[in-house]
Structures are given as structure tokens and as C-alpha cells.
């Protein structure tokens, strides 16, 4: 790992990203090392899209290895990495699933199996072990398997990426939202932005990444194409006390309420999952936060007397369509939208994947938008570690 940040080559082209959460400012720090100069638009503050709103668990992949190989794979691969990265940001805790019924622990061969075929070092431990790490967990449980989950910070890794782009060049555009993409023939030649003091201002750029998540969609209809996106809304719900400092999950096929994962001095339990056409402004409902209390209590008892901290809401972007209610038939996965075949060619969508895997998805994204502007870059991104989040806000371009 190295940890300076040499000069490099400027390549004389400018790529423009819509969006300032986790893929955002991955993909800003992936292309600016790469050489290319950067602008990242963002319509409020940096992460305050779903970035800022997730239960921060670093997933080993655990949870999707049974249905969803390859999204657990790279979480894997990519949470090995965030913490040689990004060590200031992330817990080195890790995780136990729980079978509590009779069905569960028949599941908990298949979902080893999974884990193993993953790469995941998943283990069975005794429920005696289990409790002697994890002393408020049911003891009423039935199988237990450890597995190299975890917990960071859902802010400070991305503003890391943020603080090392932005140190190479990057020029950030909070409170700026994109409201117009120009274009001449089969190019978008500007990016019209409202500031925050409600003027319009025009941006010029030789290519332009959406990474606007849940609002994918409604950026890439800014260039009358469309992007294949779903915005599933989840709730999760934080209560006082860290009852564990491992993340504690269900060992069951992913659902709603079976995982708890350990931030700072509270516990929060997720998630739910519905589907709306707007990510605007979600609230939790209350039905939502009864059945998580009650899920997390089936988890760890003492749940049910904690006071609560919070309760909130955000949208997944998920790649795909068709997904009706709370069915999980939608992968994980991330998927790079080219939307050449809709007749703009300097134009692509960054959809779907999780926060852990961040990093990844900027890599492939920028390998894309390299090739496209006929540019030989390579990712640097596996070996050098950012600055730490801090420089962001200390940083003066
Ligand atoms: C309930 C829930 C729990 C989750 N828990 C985890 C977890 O524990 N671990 C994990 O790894 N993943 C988790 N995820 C997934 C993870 O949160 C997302 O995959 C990730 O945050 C998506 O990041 P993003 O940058 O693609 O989207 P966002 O963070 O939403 O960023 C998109 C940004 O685009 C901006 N934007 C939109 N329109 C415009 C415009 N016109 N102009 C400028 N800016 C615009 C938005 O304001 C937003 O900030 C969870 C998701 C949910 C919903």
C-alpha cells in the first residue's frame, strides 16, 4: 500500500459526475488519479442521498452468497480492501449469523457451502462460543456461523475518496443540481446546474457519469434516455445501547429485520423493503418500525427495552425492473448503463451494488469511460490509500 499522492500526468479531458454519494466520490478519486480532471455535481451535501442514510455494514457477502454469487464475492474482495484503505473508517469486528428455528438451522449447511464457494471464510461455532463473544444474543439459538462482517462509517469512507480527488484537482459542486444535459448531435456538449443561489450556470465536459442512484432515472431522462433502475425504499431503526459489537444477522435467505449492526453507542436494526417511482423525501411508516423492534428482538432480547434513537428511510438504487413490493428478486449487483444504444455516446449510468463495494464499481465504471474516450488508463485505486476524510473539509482548491 502506498500513501503519497505523486504527481501525474493531466490528460486533457474532462469528465463530469452527477451525483456525490459513495459512487460518486469513488469515481472521482478512480478518474482522477487516472489524469482526468474531475467535476462532481451533487444536489445537497456530499452523501446526502442513500449514502448517508445505510446501516454502514460492511458485508462480507455472507448475506448473498446462497442466491447472489457474484455481488458476494465482490463484497468479499472489496471489504478486505476498504480495510487497508480506509482502516480510520471501518470496525474490525465481524459477524455472527443465527439460526433460530428448526428451518434456519437446516439452512445453515447451504448457506456455509455458499460462503466457501464465495471465498467467505464462514465458520460454525458452538452457541456456548457464540455467547461468550456475544453475551445478549438469544440463547435460545439453535446454530451459529461467524463470518468477517463488519461496521464503518457511511460518511468517512466516501469522503475519504472525496478528500483524495479533491487534493489531485476534482472540483466538488454541492448544493448544485443538474437540471439540463445539452446536446449536439449524439453528444451532451453541457451540463445546465442551478446553484445555490438559484442561478443556472452552464459546465462543459467531454463525458459525463450518472451516479445519482435512486434518482438515476430521472437524470438520465435529463438526455431523453432511460436507465434501468428501481428505487427500493428500506427503514431501519436505531436504539441506545451497543448490545454487540459484532453485526448480528439472521441466518435465513436475505429478508426484512435480520440484521443488527453496532454504530458508535447504538445498535440499528434493518431493514424493510418497498418500491417507489420518487426517492424524495421517504419517512418510515409506522408498521415498519413495530415489526423491526419486534425481528430485532427475536435477535437479541434486550432490544425490546431500549429507548429509541431513530428512525429513517433511503432508497436502494437497484439495477433491474419488474420488482413488485418486498420481493428480492433483483440482484445486488451494479450494472454500467452505455447509452450509446439510445443515440448519446459520451454518456453512461453507475446503478445499483452497495456502499461496501464502492471502490469496485468505480473501477469498472472508469475503465468503461476511459476506453470510450479512447484514453489507455489503468486503476490505481486497489494500492494507493486515500487521505484520510478529514482533508476534505481542510482542503482549499
Ligand atoms: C435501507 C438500506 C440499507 C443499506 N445498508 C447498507 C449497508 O449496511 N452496507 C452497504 O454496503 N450498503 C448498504 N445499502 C446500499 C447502499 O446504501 C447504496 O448502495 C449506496 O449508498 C448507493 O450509493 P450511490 O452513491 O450510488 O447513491 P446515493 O448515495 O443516493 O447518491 C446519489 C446522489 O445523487 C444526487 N442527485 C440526484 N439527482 C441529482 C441531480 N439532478 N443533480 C445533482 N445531484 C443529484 C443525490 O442527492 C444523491 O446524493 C443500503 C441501502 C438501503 C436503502
Redesign the pocket.
Known sequence: MKNNLPSRKKLNKTIAI????????ALAWDLSLRGFSVLV????E??????????????SGARYAVGDKNIARE?MEESILLRKLVPEAVEFNGGIFLALTDEEADYTDTFIEACHEAGIPAQEISIEKALQFEPLINPHCKRCVTVPDGTFD?FRV?LSFAAGARMLGAAFYSF????QLDTVGNKIISLI?TTPEGKQQSFAADFVIN?????AK??AA?AKVHVPVTP?????VAVKNRFTDKVISRLAPPGDGD?I?PQRELSII???QRVTDN?EGLLPLPEEISFLLKRATELIPAFSNAPIHAAW?????LAGEGLTGSGRSLSRDFMIVDHSDAGITNFIS?????????RAMAEKAADYASEKLGEQTYCETRTIVPPSWRNYYTYKD
Not at 452527477?18 to 466520490?25: E, F, L, S
Request: proline share 6%.
Open positions: 452527477i451525483g456525490g454519494g459513495g459512487t460518486g466520490c455535481f451533487e444536489k445537497g456530499l452523501t446526502s442521498g442513500t449514502t448517508g442514510r445505510h446501516h454502514g455494514q460492511i458485508h463484497c457511511a466516501p448544485h443540481e443538474v437540471v446546474v451516479a445519482g442512484g435512486a434518482w430521472q437524470i435529463l427500493a425504499p428500506g427503514t431501519m440484521i449492526v434493518g431493514s424493510t426517492p428511510s433511503a432508497a436502494r438504487p453507475l446503478i445499483g451494488g452497495k456502499a461496501t463495494i464502492l
